[in-house]
T-cell receptor, first 111, second 115 residues
Framework: GESVGLHLPTLSVQEGDNSIINCAYSNSASDYFIWYKQESGKGPQFIIDIRSNMDKRQGQRVTVLLNKTVKHLSLQIAATQPGDSAVYFCAENSGDYKLSFGAGTTVTVRA | DTGVSQDPRHKITKRGQNVTFRCDPISEHNRLYWYRQTLGQGPEFLTYFQNEAQLEKSRLLSDRFSAERPKGSFSTLEIQRTEQGDSAMYLC?????????????FGPGTRLTVL
């Protein structure tokens, strides 16, 4: 079936460096994508979203890029901090805003 | 704290017992979603409500699962005759469904362990 997935299950980043987390999706009809951050013992926390009529959106220290040609989504985190250590999920709207999540990338920030 | 609360945070039960979880969404939110998350995986959609109406149930939900949102505010998720495979984190999310936005705010989850 169609699903959202992430390229790498883990990412280790030096503090202060930029992080890039990738996600591939297969449903070409998806119109809305979201990145969530989940810390241990907590529910997912919204980071940033993007609609399919855009290819880039920026937030505070984060940028989401959408490439509809290759069905690829990425999250860039600038100047990664220890507090950014978490599991990151991409999700897509699977219809009426029911979200379909990928498996997640665990980001570890090295001091 | 997103403003969505769930109770209990942890539940340990024996196989065959019934359990009920509660979710209190952000007060003005008309949409409420239930997801299930197993270790190392992303959340999976279970069911959702708009106000008190249940709009859809996932095929993942067997007949042992039932959810309600009687007054369009809090919601309950009941699992009857629990099985070990029901062990997971059960997440609730709420949103204010608008034409331009549907950001979902998640609660901390209820972790269920079935022995």
């Amino acid at each position: 079936g169609e699903s959202v997935g992430l390229h790498l299950p883990t990412l280790s980043v030096q503090e202060g460096d930029n992080s890039i987390i990738n996600c591939a999706y297969s449903n070409s009809a998806s119109d809305y994508f979201i990145w969530y951050k989940q810390e241990s013992g907590k529910g997912p926390q919204f980071i940033i979203d993007i609609r399919s009529n855009m290819d880039k959106r920026q937030g505070q220290r984060v940028t989401v890029l959408l490439n509809k040609t290759v069905k690829h989504l990425s999250l860039q985190i600038a100047a990664t901090q220890p507090g950014d250590s978490a599991v990151y999920f991409c999700a897509e709207n699977s219809g009426d805003y029911k979200l379909s999540f990928g498996a997640g990338t665990t980001v570890t920030v090295r001091a | 704290d997103t403003g969505v609360s769930q109770d209990p945070r942890h539940k340990i039960t024996k196989r065959g017992q019934n359990v009920t979880f509660r979710c209190d969404p952000i007060s003005e939110h008309n949409r409420l979603y239930w997801y299930r998350q197993t270790l190392g995986q992303g959340p999976e959609f279970l069911t959702y409500f708009q106000n008190e109406a249940q709009l859809e149930k996932s095929r993942l939900l067997s007949d042992r699962f039932s959810a309600e949102r009687p007054k369009g505010s809090f919601s309950t998720l009941e699992i009857q005759r629990t099985e070990q495979g029901d062990s997971a984190m059960y997440l609730c999310a709420s949103s204010l469904r608008l034409a331009s936005d549907n950001e979902q705010f998640f609660g901390p989850g209820t972790r269920l362990t079935v022995l």
